[in-house]
């Protein structure tokens, strides 16, 4: 893993995969006994659009972040939490369950000098956290996850907490209950080794009407 800035976030640097970092190795199952996990591809390594434009969004309008306590939800390589604590966030607290991406989300902290408390494991079977403003990058890219986020985020709003949700516009994203607030040309890195700008943007979940 290479220690870069992030493509159109120059503010943070974060441990991103490169032809050569071998992580297809990841994919291999474990050595373990019965039980053991499936193994998780490396969400974590990449900067996708839908976290790219929630970061990028905070960072150009930290008034949204200051002084709050912050849940960076699915947090990946953890570059919204990052930029939720680079704009002046109170807290952060970073939810993954995977656990390279938790070790990649303590190095990238500590990469970029800022304080995150890692939640391991799924926070969206619980209650919400104590937090003021829940920020969801990338979070709707399957269908199955989507579904799994719905309740959790329902709760969140029920609860009195802002939700920002991140995304460049794919298929499971559900836009009756989004209001749009900002869009970017920010790459979708992702797994293809790069990508050209596209159009992705934030926008802030609503309460279903009635």
């Known amino acids: ?15 991103m995969a490169h032809p050569g970092s071998g992580l297809r190795r990841l994919l291999e199952p474990d ?29 150009d309008r930290p008034s949204i972040v200051a002084g709050k306590r912050v849940l960076d939800l699915g947090a990946g ?34 990469a970029n000098g800022v304080a995150i408390q890692i939640f391991e494991g799924d926070v969206t ?18 269908q199955d996850v989507g579904q799994r986020m719905m309740p959790f985020l329902d709760r969140c709003l029920a609860a009195g907490i802002d939700v920002l949700v991140g995304d460049p516009g794919r298929a499971w994203l559900p836009r009756s209950r989004l209001c749009l607030l900002g869009e970017y040309q920010v790459p979708d890195v992702g797994g293809n080794g790069g990508g050209e700008p596209k159009p992705s943007a934030v926008f802030a979940l609503v309460a279903e009407p009635g």
């Open 77 to 110: 390589s953890g570059l919204v939490g990052i930029a939720a604590a680079r704009a002046g966030a109170r807290a952060v607290i970073a939810a993954e369950v995977d656990r390279n991406g938790i070790v990649a989300l303590g190095l990238n902290a500590q």
């Open 125 to 142: 079977g619980g209650p919400p956290p104590e937090v003021e403003l829940v920020l969801a990058g990338d979070v709707f890219y399957a």
């Open 31 to 59: 050595d373990g006994g019965e039980g053991e996990t499936e193994p998780q591809p490396p969400y974590w390594a990449y900067a996708w659009a839908g976290g790219a434009v929630l970061a990028r969004y905070v960072l």
């Open 1 to 15: 893993m290479r220690l870069a800035p992030v493509p159109a976030l120059p503010e943070v640097r974060l441990y």
